[in-house]
């Protein structure tokens, strides 16, 4: 080694001698000079260390000194091949040193091919991989005189050519290429194991040698004559020669065609321009070519890089995580995105296009704004890739972190939304301009009149839910800081007066339009925004509102189709700000457009003179708004006035005055009695004044720990003597102004829901002891409001999966008996909305903490799957129906997006012992879940025998006190030891059983103290166990003496409820193909029992409807029902029929608003669907849905229903016939609530089995399809649908899918 460095040393000095050098023929340099070369011989002065007298001698002295140094070991290889670069590097002038140098290194190259090809399958080589000794050559790019380097670029190619051919079969280094011939012919399954040049070597040449290409461009002078040099640049021999060893790199030279090392993707990532033009600004001509042909290559690879589903929208709720996770922020796509046309872009996917479609879909601020944040987080990874893979002069290599300040990523959140609210509003206004006439005028005497005939409403009122809609959404972000009101106030002035256009442009009145001027009203009603931007622009030079009158439509508040909500929206602002305007009466001298809406001022005038006349008249007309023009009046006051409408409303509701009601639950359940507002009317008043109300209801109504608070002659709130619970309009009032104001009242639903938890956690610690008489009666409201009227808005919720934590301990602790009831129902409908793997992630996540009530910028918590210590559920059929659902997730979903989730943890987590399943059930559950049932439970559950429990009535003759009253004193105290233990309570019910065939009299107050003791979460398990034993015998009794005796335990003593029989019945532990006795005992419960046929047709009767948001008789008709059939839930149902004292006495009695034993039946009966399904007696199934559809108006997701339990059951042998498939969509849906086809109509009304699906229908299907993605807002394919909000499913795309 020591000699090769001494021999390295003296070429080098000598090559700094002042000497004519040889350029032997042949050389590296020589092949890139095109000038003549000039061949003479070195003087041989005996002076120099060293003489060039054999160039070829000198070479092989070079080759075999390196060599020999390798040899030894006492160097890696990698080493002495950098110091014999090194030293060919620091030759610069001596031009036949250099050459030789050159011819050294590739001899020298080419024997360490040879030697790493010899040792291909020898492990433990001298040296390293050749791909390292490949980089060392790479160093000889620091050569900066072209001719130099672009004979180090040539030996590099050289090199590689040499790789290539050996790496595919070539015979020797240095001869062409085989696959057959050579001693070293490679087959193909050897050419992974000759991968001499990985991909990663092969980049980091690349990037080297075009960012010297780059820098070399800016240097480059330019030709001086106009037409350019006839002779080629030194930068253009470069160039070729960079070209030259590309072409090796992907396959396009000579013997490497077709034999690539890296894609040509990975090549047009590396060939980045972008700093070359930053640095410089210029190009040359011949570097701006090739910068072309990278954009379009790059142009190209990213119509390629982009999926086919790359421009698919973000489906709420539908969307899987792979396609949650944004394409354009993906680093591949963003190296390419730069290089796309303006119209690629647009059709392409962009964090922008998914926020607007979030929007238009209705999706949850919360999941908004996780999308945002992912996109954030997915975008910072690709800027740091991008930056890594750009070339930045005299970067220091590592990892490029791209940090941003809080308030960068505040304002890049803010400009974002408000770009996609600025497109949504935009193509929301022009839609309503199309469907609305304002060229035609309106008859001048309606506009002076302000009668309700002549209240100036458009043909189209539906339309405006679409812009209340978007109102509530932009209300929102600026209420909570995600967009501040100047920025919302510049973009939609830009909207009509684009920036840097006259202001007097031709196109401008068109662009004009009020619904800007009303939704910017919105935003004056927040406090801050009227006493901070509004304010200091009043007290300046007014340009917003200067703004506002530019912006202003005279024609369309006189047009056929004027709106007074919409049109006096600049009036309105005047109105409202009027005590903050300087010099009022010189504001029209200011401001000379002032002129064209002032003559509507006196409008605005007479609306608030008449609101103020008809409230302090206390005329009930204009605030209940039971017309469309009364609540237009009502709502166009609500516009000029900060909060006099919301107050007005709320002392409607709850007037000052006593006039106290009494609920259904008995004389300690009273109320306020108030009025009631009509929907019509809350959907159309201002958000602000929907904002005020919900708040002034929660604080005043919904206290969950004081109960009902009154403010009177200016008192702090207080309680009233006589008054504990809410007026039933007030319940009413809260939900429907959740739903049609969703986004600005979404805190207020999560101060509930964590009230609900903190009541959750408070059972464990003391059960319903520790909660106050308040408390219980707020949650039993809560719990009937979710449940009755907020399952459609909870199945959309981002957080409906993880609900079920808020119900965890109180469903075990709850002793509560009415309580329990609807707690235990809305378990049952919450773990049925569930669609989605959220919900088995939150079956395993005990570290959930309850909703974050950050309204903006949610943090993402990481899920850490743990199977918990106790099992969710106490009571089987909520265990079982849980079980079944997540069977239909895994099924619909699968577990694709929750990796590391084990799916047997969740379904061993549902119930303290293991679920068993008849076959019939285990046929239609998916194979995940089949297999864990099949491999932990047995066939079948065991039934109690009738002797066994005839011996232990024997056993125990305490038993007869529960028919004998004259049974010994204290056998009523046994009875209640005896079943306090777990083990016998199934027993209870049978020992019952068999007593009340022999006296169907039984001693209630006896059997009520025993029954007190069970906890009401194992009345369904003790149910079931009464079903299996009475089915089973069956054969020895005659269903006539059973069915009557059964109907009186369910309805005449209420020892046991309807719904739990019914489910006890079909909950799929047996198979119910061919059993008749079972089979029967259904038929009996749901369609013959008398009892329930008289609930059943009295129900009918009332005529309850699907659209109960609008059913103004809703109320009365709950009174009616519950009048003739009251509710008991402690057993205490005929004593009170009797007049006989009950004792110990009934518990606190809660508050019925819209639960009923019809309620509580359908769960169980949607349940019980798929299990008759299975069953295969389609008589019994058609007229069960026959029958029983009518409870289906009460269903708030039967859409979602059908298709789940056809999606399940799809080749079920009972559904293959039309009669069941049309009485099971006659049943479950709601015709006149759904847009359907003609063709599925006709099928479902007419019976008409003639459906062909043709290429007419499939088209049809694809263009609404097409048009719900693309947000297109056309007129309603179906008149009278209920609004947007109260829709099953809100979100039109998802709708359409569906």
């Known amino acids: 080694m020591d000699k090769l460095v001494h021999y390295l040393l003296d070429v080098i000095r000598s090559s700094y001698q002042d000497l004519e050098y040889l350029v032997p023929c042949g050389s590296f340099l020589g092949l890139f000079d095109e000038r003549p070369i000039k061949r003479t011989r070195t003087d041989g002065s005996a002076t120099r260390a060293f003489e060039f007298d054999d160039s070829e001698s000198t070479c092989n002295s070079i080759g075999r000194l390196t060599l020999d140094a390798i040899d030894t070991g006492k160097m890696p290889a990698v080493d002495v091949l950098r110091v014999v670069v090194d030293a060919v590097r620091n030759i610069h002038d001596a031009s036949a040193v250099l050459d030789i140098g050159f011819r050294s290194l590739f001899e020298i190259y080419q024997k360490r091919l040879a030697y790493h090809c010899a040792n291909r399958y020898t492990t433990g080589a001298v040296g390293g991989t050749f791909g390292e000794e490949y980089l060392i050559l790479t160093k000889l790019f620091e050569l900066h005189r072209p001719r130099t380097w672009v004979a180090a670029v040539r030996l590099v190619s050289m090199v590689t050519k040499s790789a290539i051919g050996i790496m595919y079969g070539g015979t020797t280094?240095?001869?062409?290429?085989?696959?057959?011939?050579?001693?070293?012919?490679?087959?193909?399954?050897?050419?992974?194991?000759?991968?001499?040049?990985?991909?990663?070597?092969?980049?980091?040449?690349?990037?080297?040698?075009?960012?010297?290409?780059?820098?070399?461009?800016?240097?480059?002078?330019?030709?001086?004559?106009?037409l350019g040099s006839a002779r080629r640049t030194r930068w253009q021999i470069r160039f070729d020669a960079t070209l030259e060893l590309f072409d090796c790199f992907v396959g396009r030279s000579g013997q490497c065609l077709g034999r690539p090392l890296v894609s040509y993707y990975t090549v047009s990532r590396e060939l980045d321009p972008g700093a070359a033009v930053a640095e410089s600004g210029l190009l040359t001509d011949e570097m701006q070519a090739i910068v072309d042909l990278c954009f379009a290559r790059k142009r190209r690879l990213g119509r390629i890089l982009l999926p086919p589903d790359g421009s698919w929208p973000l489906i709420s709720h539908a969307s899987r995580a792979h396609t949650v996770k944004h394409v354009y922020d993906q680093p591949a796509y963003?190296?390419?995105?730069?290089?796309?046309?303006?119209?690629?872009?647009?059709?392409?996917?962009?964090?922008?296009?998914?926020?607007?479609?979030?929007?238009?879909?209705?999706?949850?601020?919360?999941?908004?704004?996780?999308?945002?944040?992912?996109?954030?987080?997915?975008?910072?990874?690709?800027?740091?890739?991008?930056?890594?893979?750009?070339?930045?002069?005299?970067?220091?290599?590592?990892?490029?972190?791209?940090?941003?300040?809080?308030?960068?990523?505040?304002?890049?959140?803010?400009?974002?939304?408000?770009?996609?609210?600025?497109?949504?509003?935009e193509q929301t206004v022009r839609y309503i301009q199309r469907q609305c006439d304002f060229e035609t005028l309106l008859n001048e005497q309606r506009l002076n009149d302000n009668s309700d005939a002549s209240m100036i409403v458009p043909r189209n009122i539906q339309y405006w839910e679409h812009m209340n809609e978007i109102a509530d959404q932009l209300y929102y972000f600026v209420l909570f800081d995600a967009i501040p009101y100047k920025a919302v106030h510049e973009r939609l002035y830009s909207l009509v007066f684009p920036r840097d256009s006259d202001i007097q442009a031709?196109?401008?009145?068109?662009?004009?339009?009020?619904?800007?001027?009303?939704?910017?009203?919105?935003?004056?009603?927040?406090?801050?925004?009227?006493?901070?931007?509004?304010?200091?622009?009043?007290?300046?030079?007014?340009?917003?509102?200067?703004?506002?009158?530019?912006?202003?439509?005279?024609?369309?508040?006189?047009?056929?189709?004027?709106?007074?909500?919409?049109?006096?929206?600049?009036?309105?602002?005047?109105s409202h700000q009027h005590g903050k305007i300087n010099d009022n009466q010189g504001v029209k001298f200011r401001h000379p457009r002032m002129a064209v809406a002032m003559p509507f001022a006196a409008v605005v005038f007479?609306?608030?003179?008449?609101?103020?006349?008809?409230?302090?008249?206390?005329?009930?007309?204009?605030?209940?708004?039971?017309?469309?023009?009364?609540?237009?009046?009502?709502?166009?006051?609500?516009?000029?006035?900060?909060?006099?409408?919301?107050?007005?409303?709320y002392t409607f509701l709850v007037p000052p005055r006593e006039a106290i009601g009494q609920l259904p639950s008995g004389p300690l359940t009273t109320y306020q009695q108030g009025g009631r507002i009509s929907t019509l009317l809350l959907d159309n008043i201002n958000v602000g004044g929907k904002h005020r109300l919900l708040q002034l209801v929660y604080k005043m109504m919904l206290a969950h720990e004081m109960g009902p608070q009154f403010q009177v002659d200016g008192r702090p709130p207080a309680a009233r003597d006589g008054i504990t619970c809410v007026s039933p309009h007030v319940v009413d009032t809260?939900?429907?102004?959740?739903?049609?104001?969703?986004?600005?009242?979404?805190?207020?639903?999560?101060?509930?829901?964590?009230?609900?938890?903190?009541?959750?956690?408070?059972?464990?610690?003391?059960?319903?002891?520790?909660?106050?008489?308040?408390?219980?009666?707020?949650?039993?409201?809560?719990?009937?409001?979710?449940?009755?009227?907020?399952?459609?808005?909870?199945?959309?919720?981002a957080h409906a999966s993880h609900l079920v934590h808020h119900l965890r301990h109180s469903l075990v602790h709850v002793t509560?008996?009415?309580?329990?009831?609807?707690?235990?129902?809305?378990?049952?409908?919450?773990?049925?909305?569930?669609?989605?793997?959220?919900f088995l992630q939150a079956l395993l996540d005990p570290g959930y903490h309850g909703v974050s009530l950050e309204p903006v910028r949610p943090e993402a918590r990481p899920v850490r799957y743990s199977k918990p210590s106790v099992a969710w559920f106490a009571c089987a059929m909520l265990a079982r129906n849980a079980a079944v659902v997540i069977a239909r997730i895994v099924a619909m979903r699968g577990l694709g997006d929750a990796p590391g989730l084990v799916l047997e943890d969740c379904l061993a987590s549902l119930a303290p012992q293991s679920l068993s399943w008849a076959p019939a059930v285990l046929r239609f559950l998916p194979r995940q879940v089949r297999a864990y049932y099949a491999r932990t439970t047995a066939n079948s559950e065991s039934v109690v025998a009738p002797a066994d429990v005839r011996r232990l009535i024997e056993a125990r003759p305490e038993h007869r006190a529960l028919i004998d009253a004259s049974a010994p004193p204290g056998s009523e105290m046994a009875l209640a030891a005896l079943y306090a233990d777990a083990r016998h309570r199934p027993l209870f019910l049978l020992a019952l059983w068999e007593l009340l065939l022999e006296n169907p009299r039984p001693v209630l107050s006896v059997v009520r103290r025993v029954l007190l003791g069970f906890p009401p979460s194992q009345m369904s398990a003790c149910t079931a166990a009464l079903v299996d034993y009475i089915a089973a015998s069956i054969d020895t009794t005659d269903l006539s003496i059973v069915g009557p005796l059964l109907d009186s335990l369910m309805f005449t003593f209420r020892i046991v409820q309807h719904e739990h029989v019914v489910f006890s019945l079909v909950r799929g532990a047996h198979d119910l193909r061919g059993d008749k006795a079972r089979l029967g005992l259904v038929r009996?419960?749901?369609?013959?029992?008398?009892?329930?046929?008289?609930?059943?047709?009295?129900?009918?009767?009332?005529?309850?409807?699907?659209?109960?948001?609008?059913?103004?008789?809703?109320?009365?008709?709950?009174?009616?029902?519950?009048?003739r059939f009251p509710e008991y839930f402690e057993y205490e149902a005929q004593l009170v029929a009797e007049g006989v004292a009950v004792d110990p006495p009934p518990a606190l009695p809660l508050p019925i608003y819209y639960e009923t034993a019809m309620v509580r039946l359908l769960p169980v009966l949607e349940y019980a669907l798929g299990r008759l399904i299975e069953a295969e007696d389609r008589s019994l199934l058609c007229d069960v849905l026959d029958r029983l559809g009518i409870l289906y108006r009460l269903h708030q997701v039967p859409l979602t229903t059908l298709m789940n339990t056809l999606f399940v059951f799809f080749d079920a042998p009972a559904l293959h016939n039309s009669t069941v498939m049309r009485s099971l969509a006659l049943s479950?849906?709601?015709?006149?609530?759904?847009?359907?086809?003609?063709?599925?109509?006709?099928?479902?009304?007419?019976?008409?089995?003639?459906?062909?699906?043709?290429?007419?229908?499939?088209?049809?299907?694809?263009?609404?399809?097409?048009?719900?993605?693309?947000?297109?807002?056309?007129?309603?394919?179906?008149?009278?649908?209920?609004?947007?909000?109260?829709?099953?499913?809100?979100?039109?795309?998802?709708?359409?899918?569906?």
């Open 734 to 797: 809260v939900y429907r102004l959740l739903y049609n104001a969703p986004y600005s009242n979404e805190l207020m639903m999560k101060e509930v829901l964590e009230k609900l938890r903190r009541c959750d956690e408070a059972m464990v610690r003391g059960g319903v002891a520790r909660l106050s008489a308040p408390t219980l009666r707020w949650l039993y409201t809560v719990y009937q409001l979710m449940n009755c009227r907020l399952l459609r808005f909870f199945k959309y919720y």
């Open 606 to 649: 007479r609306l608030q003179q008449e609101f103020g006349h008809w409230f302090r008249e206390e005329r009930p007309e204009l605030l209940a708004g039971d017309t469309v023009c009364r609540a237009m009046k009502t709502a166009a006051v609500s516009q000029f006035r900060q909060y006099a409408v919301p107050n007005a409303l």
């Open 173 to 226: 280094p240095g001869e062409a290429p085989s696959l057959s011939t050579g001693t070293h012919a490679a087959s193909l399954s050897e050419i992974s194991g000759l991968n001499f040049l990985p991909e990663a070597v092969c980049r980091e040449t690349i990037r080297v040698v075009w960012r010297l290409l780059l820098d070399s461009a800016a240097t480059e002078r330019q030709p001086a004559s106009v």
């Open 1084 to 1123: 009996h419960v749901l369609l013959e029992s008398v009892e329930f046929v008289a609930r059943l047709g009295e129900w009918q009767r009332l005529d309850f409807q699907g659209r109960y948001w609008a059913d103004d008789g809703q109320w009365r008709k709950q009174e009616e029902y519950l009048a």
């Open 1228 to 1298: 479950l849906l709601d015709m006149t609530q759904q847009s359907f086809t003609p063709e599925f109509t006709r099928f479902v009304t007419t019976g008409d089995d003639q459906w062909s699906v043709d290429a007419g229908y499939v088209c049809r299907m694809l263009a609404r399809i097409s048009r719900a993605i693309t947000r297109h807002l056309g007129r309603p394919e179906k008149d009278a649908l209920p609004e947007s909000h109260y829709r099953e499913i809100p979100n039109p795309i998802l709708l359409v899918l569906t």
């Open 816 to 838: 509560h008996r009415q309580l329990y009831g609807s707690l235990e129902c809305f378990a049952l409908c919450l773990v049925n909305l569930q669609h989605d793997v959220g």
């Open 334 to 425: 963003a190296l390419v995105r730069d290089s796309l046309t303006f119209e690629e872009t647009e059709r392409g996917p962009s964090a922008n296009k998914y926020v607007a479609d979030l929007l238009y879909q209705r999706a949850p601020t919360d999941e908004i704004f996780a999308a945002i944040r992912n996109h954030r987080i997915t975008k910072k990874k690709a800027m740091a890739a991008v930056a890594n893979d750009s070339y930045v002069p005299n970067r220091v290599p590592g990892n490029v972190a791209v940090e941003e300040s809080v308030d960068a990523e505040k304002h890049e959140v803010a400009q974002l939304l408000l770009e996609a609210m600025a497109q949504r509003i």
């Open 506 to 574: 031709g196109g401008s009145l068109r662009r004009r339009d009020n619904s800007y001027i009303w939704l910017l009203l919105q935003l004056f009603h927040i406090e801050k925004v009227a006493s901070g931007p509004i304010r200091a622009d009043l007290a300046g030079d007014e340009d917003m509102l200067d703004q506002l009158m530019q912006m202003y439509n005279e024609n369309q508040i006189v047009s056929k189709d004027a709106f007074y909500v919409r049109d006096l929206a600049l009036q309105a602002a005047m």
